[in-house]
């Protein structure tokens, strides 16, 4: 009788967490292989990477590993299973990238497609940096041996587990390039997922529309849908530094308003436009994806004109700064997803560096004003000195914290450990690209690579 008894309780038990597991997983399966979809398209069909590197670094990580990818290359999509269910599909288009098919049709997404305007130049005929030719004489002083011995251990030796998750390092110094080093079978032209760097790239475009006039950072966002509540008030300034009040929560590992965005919505904007106020404008920092694709959709109304919005990028920032490996993804209505979605070189990645390192001066010409590269560095009042204007001040997690690195380093930031840090009093641009970083100190990193330089 006692033995049925306990037998009838474990039964019980066995139901209850198997119905709790489907409540909390089911819903979460979509979001696993939309990420799955999305991740191998872009990084197959835009990045050039084979699907096993892509399945054993980008989608390495749990839950997301748990997707199945079928890569169809005549179409360029790619369709993703959990266990054969929840499938999701996504398409690359030439030009505006790769992007989940939802409720639009399919061939309208893919005929959506755009020639972006070429760059008129080669890199391998122009000296750094905006081209690929390096100077034979490197700046003194520097302790190369030790750099060099130094990044070697920033990478997992061939054949091992998995552990400090380094793709790519580029090391800039006074304006030279003076280290770089690429995991086994990538080089200085592999484009690497720079996650939310992208929104340190809008923070510049905005500042190029500034600097011609167009865009007053103090005006109002200017969005039609709320003209009838107090979200009119909120100002661009106010999404450029995060502090525009909207209710918005960000988890990449869950159901999250940031997981709905990019993994259920075909027009993206739209869906940050419904979110209600919960504080005033400037009086609370929030970190949010997006707000990023709020001021995507700001420079979008702006141009107002989309062949112009999409050649923007490349004609006014990434050709004249050299960055001919980089590219940003829309949306399936053609939106920039300023948050999320831009892939680039490691070499690319440390030119951006190198533009705010000289106060928006690149190669002798003027990209962005000083005034504008000051503002994107100045601490947003609600944020507690730890970000600006789309680049960050300190690293948000405190186990990570900066302790041994100049106090006026400032860094745009991936969520699987991309970095760009810019340390203005050593002269210096470090990229660090990876697909993890429980295992990467950054500041032992920089405190050590710092050693290396000429101590003045």
């Known amino acids: 009788m006692k033995k049925q008894l306990i037998k009838k309780i474990l039964v019980s038990l066995l139901i209850v967490v198997l119905i709790a597991a489907t409540w909390f997983v089911w819903p979460r399966l979509p979001i ?15 990045a050039n990477k084979t699907p096993e590197r892509v399945e ?61 305007p070429a760059p008129n130049y080669a890199q391998d005929t122009i000296l750094w940096p905006k081209g690929d030719l390096l100077a034979e004489n490197k700046p003194e002083g520097v302790n190369y041996a030790r750099l060099n011995e130094l990044i070697d251990t920033c990478f997992d030796a061939p054949g091992s587990e998995p552990f400090k998750k380094t793709l790519g390092i580029a090391v800039v110094y006074d304006n030279q390039l003076i280290a770089e080093k690429y995991l086994d079978g990538y080089d200085a032209n592999t484009m690497f997922h720079g996650w939310s760097m992208t929104k340190s790239i809008t923070g510049a475009l905005a500042g190029i529309l500034a600097d011609q006039g167009k865009l007053n950072v103090e005006e109002p966002a200017g969005f039609k849908e709320w003209n009838n509540d107090n979200r009119k008030n909120i100002s661009v300034k106010d999404i450029i530094q995060m ?25 993206m904007l739209a869906s940050i436009l419904d979110n209600e106020q919960a504080y005033a404008p400037g009086t609370y920092w929030n970190y949010s994806s997006g707000d990023a694709n709020l001021l995507s959709g700001i420079l979008r109304n702006k141009i107002n004109n989309d062949t112009d919005y999409h050649n923007f990028i490349y004609t006014k920032l990434l050709y004249p700064t050299g960055m001919l490996h ?15 979605y831009s892939y680039g070189s490691t070499r690319d990645w440390a030119r951006f560096g190198m533009l705010f390192l000289n106060d928006g001066v690149f190669a002798g010409d003027t990209i ?9 560095k100045t601490p947003a009042s609600a944020s507690d000195g730890y970000y600006a204007g789309t680049f960050w001040l300190k690293e948000s997690n405190p186990e990570r914290a900066l302790n041994d690195v100049p106090g006026d380093v ?46 003045h």
């Not at 909207?246 to 997981?259: G, H, K, P, R, V």
């Not at 399936?332 to 999320?340: I, M, Y």
């Not at 203005?424 to 920089?446: I, Q």
């Open 56 to 116: 054993a670094e980008d989608l390495s990580f749990f839950p997301i590993s748990l997707a199945k990818s079928k890569i169809d290359y005549d179409e360029k999509s790619v369709t993703s299973t959990v266990f054969g269910l929840a499938k999701r599909k996504a398409i690359y288009r030439d030009g505006l990238g790769a992007v989940l098919v939802r409720n639009k049709n399919e061939q309208k997404l893919q005929d959506a497609a755009i020639n972006i």
């Open 326 to 340: 980089t590219k940003v993804e829309t949306d399936a209505s053609g939106l920039f997803v300023a948050s999320s």
């Open 410 to 455: 400032f860094f745009a930031d991936g969520f699987l450990g991309q970095r760009i840090y810019i340390i203005p009093s050593k002269k210096l641009v470090v990229v660090r690209m990876g697909y993890g970083h429980t295992n990467f100190s950054f500041n032992d990193f920089l405190r050590e690579l710092i050693l290396t330089l000429p101590q």
């Open 368 to 376: 962005i004003s000083k005034n504008w590269v000051d503002f994107m």
């Open 243 to 267: 502090s525009s009040g909207l209710d918005w929560y960000e988890n990449y590992f869950t159901i999250s308003d940031a997981t709905i965005m990019l993994m259920q919505k075909d027009y």
């Open 32 to 46: 696993i292989t939309a990420f799955a979809a999305k991740g191998m398209c872009s990084s197959v069909f835009l």
